[in-house]
């Protein structure tokens, strides 16, 4: 409390900030008699928060308000009074809960540094909105050996890789040998795409407006069952999932991305009650289902963040606050999919983690990342080993290779390959599993246990960085929980939990 007043060099105390804020009131109004908050006794306070194991589960400001709620209760009520005021003035509100303690995140030197006033570092310019890295380039030979060089990007809905297939009246109308096509990407007009012939796999370049009218365009079959080899799936340990579409849910969050009126002022400010009445409402059932507790009461950040647009499916070279692809909740698609069938643990748990281990998934995770353990992966040796370019979804050789197998497909070239993903469960789908809408929650104990779970997409921090969404840890909401960790952070309480299924 010592900025609390001003030292008169002659004796007593001159003044106060709270009498500079209300002089109409005497100076002795807001004089503090016989509370006195020493050094020692918060030095303490510490010592015993990085001593005591059950007290580093919560936010250390949580510890801190309760000790100082402790130790004001000894003082008369008229102190007690006079000290909140002062506290409340310096930004400490007691009785206003405290924020929900992140992920253990390992800071690099250079981190540390930055932190730490006293280590010079040079000056970094610039707000983080410069312009996106250069779209990669690419070549392909024609028939007559002349390259062809196209920009590998999706366009419209057509996604890299996928397959098309003349139309039966189509060489009535136009002469056009090729029967069936692979999109590659286009020039740096959309309107002139770049492809190559499945047969032979020599490219071409043909107008856009040419394979609309003459090719079967394929529509997107996210939600719907696909074929698969059940045995294969047995043996990676991969359970069959079939999830309902929530409407509401999709409307609530379609609603706040759109910035519609109704939740956000003209400032952009989310009317949190507002949201909250209308999760209670129409969206209960996602709940989490051992504490009730509902995902904008314990992850209102990341609704924040959805509504500014700070929600990210690309890293985008970690450059800027906008990104490439805004990552949206998928809670209005019925969802078909396959997911790693191991059992949640908690991370602290020797027996329960053995036993998550002997699960036959794991051996997903050997051919992925040479280990059989789904903790202590970093976000970035899981786009490294999932993606040969995570922002275009194109998938690396290794995780093709997972796909074919569990697809009963012999040739890991096969174009069939490209409309299916191997990727990080997303929070809509892990949602959907805890509240038990596939009938998994009680056998599964997702957002039980005292682990948290890398989800799909990526908050952007205020210098431009995408750091991974993760959640589901029982302490902070379980089903529930949306938070954001590092992806240089090797955490044993960040599990890996995949899933296959069409792309999206």
């Not at 008229?78 to 909140?84: D, F, P, S």
């Not at 995140?105 to 730490?116: A, S």
């Not at 060489?171 to 770049?194: P, T």
């Not at 698609?333 to 748990?349: A, Q, T």
Request: proline share 6%; hydrophobic share 30%.
């Amino acid at each position: 409390m010592c900025d609390a007043f001003e030292v008169d060099p002659h004796g007593g105390r001159k003044d106060t900030v709270l009498h500079k804020l209300n002089t109409a009131q005497p100076k002795e109004t807001y004089y503090i008699n016989a509370f006195n908050l020493d050094p020692g006794r918060v030095i303490g306070w510490i010592d015993e928060y990085k001593a005591e194991p059950k007290a580093r589960k919560h936010h250390i400001e949580a510890f801190f308000k309760e000790k100082l709620t402790h130790y004001l209760s000894q003082f008369d009520e008229e102190e007690q009074k006079t000290v909140k005021a002062y506290l409340t003035h310096f930004g400490i509100v007691l009785d206003q809960p405290s924020p929900p303690k992140p992920p253990a995140t390992i800071l690099t030197p250079k981190q540390i540094g930055h932190l730490n006033p006293n280590v010079p570092h040079a000056i970094e310019k610039g707000d983080g909105t410069g312009d996106p890295p250069p779209p990669e380039t690419a070549d392909i030979l024609n028939e007559d050996g002349i390259a062809i060089e196209y920009i590998r990007r999706p366009v419209g809905t057509w996604t890299v890789g996928i397959t098309l297939t003349r139309k039966d009246d189509a060489s009535q109308n136009i002469e056009i040998e090729y029967v069936q096509l692979k999109v590659l990407g286009s020039l740096k007009d959309d309107e002139q795409m770049v492809v190559c012939d499945v047969g032979n796999g020599t490219g071409t370049v043909i107008a856009r407006a040419d394979l609309e009218n003459y090719y079967e365009i394929p529509t997107p079959e996210t939600g719907k069952p696909f074929k698969y080899d059940k045995a294969k799936a047995s043996e990676y340990g991969m359970a069959e999932v079939r999830l309902e579409a929530h409407p509401k849910a999709q409307e609530l969050f379609d609603k706040i991305i759109g910035r519609d009126v109704a939740f956000l002022g003209t400032d952009g400010t989310l009317y949190r009650e507002e949201v909250q009445r209308y999760w209670n409402t129409h969206c209960t059932d996602l709940n989490d289902p051992t504490t009730d507790a509902t995902l904008p009461e314990k992850s209102w950040l990341y609704f924040e963040q959805l509504a500014a647009g700070r929600i990210s499916d690309t890293i985008d070279g970690d450059s800027g606050k906008t990104p490439t692809k805004k990552h949206t909740p998928h809670f209005g698609k019925s969802n078909f999919f396959l997911v790693m069938d191991f059992p949640e643990f908690d991370w602290d748990n020797e027996e329960e983690k053995k036993d998550a281990l002997r699960h036959p998934s794991m051996k997903i995770l050997k051919q992925l990342f040479d280990k059989e353990d789904p903790t202590a992966i970093i976000r970035d040796e899981i786009n490294t080993a999932l993606w040969e370019d995570h922002d275009k979804r194109i998938q690396s050789k290794r995780a093709k290779a997972v796909i074919a197998e569990l697809l009963g497909i012999a040739d890991v070239n096969d174009p069939e390959i490209d409309n299916y993903e191997f990727t990080l469960i997303r929070q809509d789908q892990y949602a959907r599993l805890s509240a038990g809408q596939a009938g998994m929650a009680q056998t599964k104990n997702y957002g039980q246990k005292d682990l948290w779970t890398h989800f799909d997409g990526y908050v952007i921090r205020e210098d431009g960085e995408r750091s991974g969404l993760v959640g589901g840890d029982r302490e902070d909401g379980g089903a529930a929980d949306v938070g954001y960790d590092w992806r240089d952070n090797r955490s044993d309480v960040i599990a890996v939990r995949l899933v296959l299924q069409r792309k999206q």
